[in-house]
């Protein structure tokens, strides 16, 4: 018989740190129709991507360590997801980027992604309707 022990998330490497990430949203998904499947390679920027059971609507989405934003993601209709405080997160990268104006000029102006370690508070007020 196998005895059960609950992992300490800050024990874990990276890669176990994203594959326990992506096993926490696709439950939290799957509370709203949608089952996951994880890409071994990046496809279109994505990580994985979430199909709807309504058989029309899917979602290419990266997952992150937190709120990024990257050139390489404009364009391709991706979603950002990152859980912070026990809270998920997951925005379509785009529209959410046009709200946060000191990002998209970095972007703009640099060639690497912008992100941030921790939200504030006026980000967690514009991000609030992206909560899981």
Not at 12 to 36: C, H, R
Not at 43 to 72: E, M, Y
């Amino acid at each position: 018989m196998y005895t059960f022990i609950k992992i300490r998330y800050k024990d874990l490497n990276s890669k176990a740190k994203e594959m326990y990430n992506f096993q926490k949203v696709s439950s939290v998904l799957a509370d709203y129709g949608f089952t996951t499947m994880w890409l071994n390679n990046d496809w279109q920027g994505a990580d994985f991507i979430a199909v709807h059971f309504d058989g029309v609507t899917d979602l290419k989405i990266q997952l992150k360590s937190r709120l990024t934003f990257d050139k390489k993601y404009i364009n391709k209709n991706i979603f950002i997801c990152f859980i912070e405080e026990n809270e998920i997160y997951m925005y379509p990268h785009d529209i959410v980027l046009n709200n946060f104006k000191q990002a998209y000029q970095y972007i703009n102006n640099n060639n690497s992604p912008w992100s941030n370690k921790k939200l504030t508070k006026e980000q967690k007020k514009l991000l609030d309707k992206y909560i899981l």
